[in-house]
């Protein structure tokens, strides 16, 4: 670690470096709603420093933070990080009983609750708390300290007090972070039972942002917008798309509502991006709703057929796909889950700049990445500056094995569980990621799956059950689906598109079903052919990523 550590600086400077660099300028916009500039939010998170100071609130105490993405959600979190306290970032999909048990297990002290979140808690199940503060307008709605009670009441008279004469640049002092001090705390979304506390130090953090910069800065520059998609308590979203942005002085809007495909389209089109970091998810609505029905008539397809004019139908395509994303991006990051291989090629084949990068949240959470330059077909990238990767395979470019990745962008271990982090931590510092991949010789990173839903075939081959959903999901009806084994068949359980369902009897859509499965098996090995496709009433049931819980269709 010591030799890609040699350039450490403080994250929290970083913090500090944008807001006197870009003072003035627009930095939280909450989407149709109020703006901060980046001198708003420093005196809010100053504000936020002396309600922790008058508040018990120590360096390495531990503040939760549950909520929408918002502009003053943003504000908390930073508050935070530059008091030197310790950050949970709880998900607000989260039910109440899981925000108590990550609150109670983390040991927090305060929790910030936003206005959904805040219907589904009981304070009386969180014994430890001093205090809950509302994010909207960061009211008390809960203290069990007069102290809190005494500061948050006379707040404006104490700031008033320590900056008589005004709060300047110069008034700007944040908590200076070492490389391994802990920065945040992490659950994961966590598919089977508790989630694990991930434990990520202010390196983690540090790493991230200083390789995402140097690889985007140029392109995406200060002042330049982003539309906030993803959770920021999801270390995907809060890192390439938050901190980065804000590091880097753009300027963040947040939905603040649940991102359906017609809000973030309208959002696209009147915020206009610079860069766009998304999920499979909303990429594959917004084409296959948006797009694909405006270029699949006849007249297209033919002349898609005429290498002269295909060049120039495609260049059409292109520009009426990228206006569907604002039309200003430099690219699309795809991360969190696999893209669809129909939708990656219709992407690449029109010259589309997407790009797909892999990692997780023990990673903070990159592993690879790479410009969408230099993407190939399939792959995730290439591994990220100050992290290195092996295959545990006897020929890692042709033969998958399970991912490891040590460097300075890997965890500490998780929280008050060392057996968890024996299993994930081996003895030369690598990461078990649990992800079974190849690398290529030009260093591209193909991934094929969880290792853990690997299927053994009747003659003992291995059955990637991905790669099977990946083609049925581009079939006639189906909107998602997984693969699963029963006795020694396999079988797909699939969720119809539920816009088109509504024209077809269930016995016609059973008759599409088997038409798909016959056209799949034509397309498939013998040995992980389907025997049947159930059909699901209901959507499945997902973790906050968007990636469905298949322990729970086992």
């Not at 939760?64 to 908390?76: E, L």
């Not at 980065?244 to 009147?270: K, M, V």
């Not at 581009?474 to 068949?489: A, H, L, P």
């Amino acid at each position: 670690m010591q030799l890609q550590m040699d350039n450490y600086r403080s994250f929290n400077s970083y913090i500090q470096h944008t807001i006197t660099a870009n003072w003035d300028s627009d930095a939280l916009t909450d989407y149709q709603g109020a703006t901060l500039q980046f001198h708003d939010v420093a005196r809010k998170i100053e504000k936020l420093h002396i309600l922790f100071e008058n508040s018990n609130v120590a360096k390495g105490d531990k503040i939760a933070i549950c909520g929408r993405n918002s502009s003053h959600w943003a504000v908390a979190f930073l508050a935070t990080l530059t008091y030197g306290a310790v950050a949970v970032p709880i998900l607000h999909e989260f039910n109440g009983e899981q925000i108590h048990n990550i609150v109670n297990h983390s040991e927090a002290k305060l929790l910030f609750i936003g206005d959904f979140a805040v219907k589904t808690i009981d304070p009386e199940q969180m014994p430890a708390l001093e205090g809950i503060i509302n994010i909207p307008d960061f009211s008390l709605m809960l203290s069990r300290s007069e102290q809190l009670t005494y500061a948050r009441e006379h707040l404006n008279l104490m700031f008033g007090s320590k900056y008589p004469m005004a709060f300047r640049k110069e008034s700007v002092s944040y908590h200076e972070d070492e490389a391994d001090e802990l920065a945040l705390i992490n659950y994961t979304s966590g598919t089977t039972g508790f989630s694990k506390g991930v434990m990520l130090p202010y390196r983690s953090l540090w790493s991230n942002i200083e390789f995402v910069m140097s690889r985007l800065s140029k392109q995406v520059k200060a002042g330049d917008n982003m539309l906030s998609i993803l959770p920021m308590a999801h270390m995907y979203g809060m890192a390439v798309e938050f901190l980065f942005g804000f590091c880097n002085g753009c300027h963040l809007f947040y939905l603040t509502r649940l991102p359906s495909p017609a809000i973030i389209a309208q959002a696209f089109t009147d915020i206009r991006p610079t860069l766009i970091v998304t999920v499979p998810l909303i990429i594959e609505k917004i084409i296959r709703k948006r797009v694909f029905p405006k270029i699949q008539d006849n007249r297209i397809r033919l002349l898609l057929q005429m290498p002269v004019i295909s060049k120039k139908v495609k260049e059409r395509i292109c520009t009426a796909v990228e206006e569907a994303f604002g039309g200003r991006f430099y690219e699309v990051i795809v991360g969190g889950a696999p893209l669809s291989k129909e939708i990656e090629d219709f992407l690449l084949s029109i010259g589309f700049p997407i790009t797909v990068g892999y990692g997780t949240t023990e990673c903070a959470p990159l592993i690879s990445y790479c410009d969408h330059k230099e993407f190939v077909a399939g792959c995730c990238g290439k591994v990220v500056d100050r992290m290195e990767v092996k295959i545990l395979s006897p020929d890692p470019e042709n033969i998958p094995g399970e991912i490891v990745t040590r460097g300075a962008n890997v965890m500490l271990g998780y929280y008050k569980n060392e057996e968890a982090t024996r299993q994930a931590l081996d003895a030369d510092g690598y990461y078990h990621t649990g992800d079974l991949g190849t690398l290529s010789a030009s260093g591209h990173l193909f991934i094929l799956g969880r290792i853990k839903n690997m299927l053994l075939g009747s003659n003992g081959q291995n059955i990637y059950p991905e790669e099977i959903e990946d083609k049925l999901n581009s079939m006639t009806m189906v909107s998602e689906s997984i693969v699963i084994k029963r006795g020694e068949k396999l079988v797909a359980l699939v969720y119809p598109d539920k816009d088109d369902v509504v024209s077809f009897t269930s016995e016609e859509l059973q008759a599409i079903m088997e038409q798909n499965r016959l056209e799949l098996n034509r397309q498939l090995p013998h040995y992980s052919q389907l025997s049947a496709i159930d059909i699901q009433e209901e959507e499945f049931a997902k973790t906050p990523k968007k990636s469905i819980k298949r322990y729970l269709y086992k």
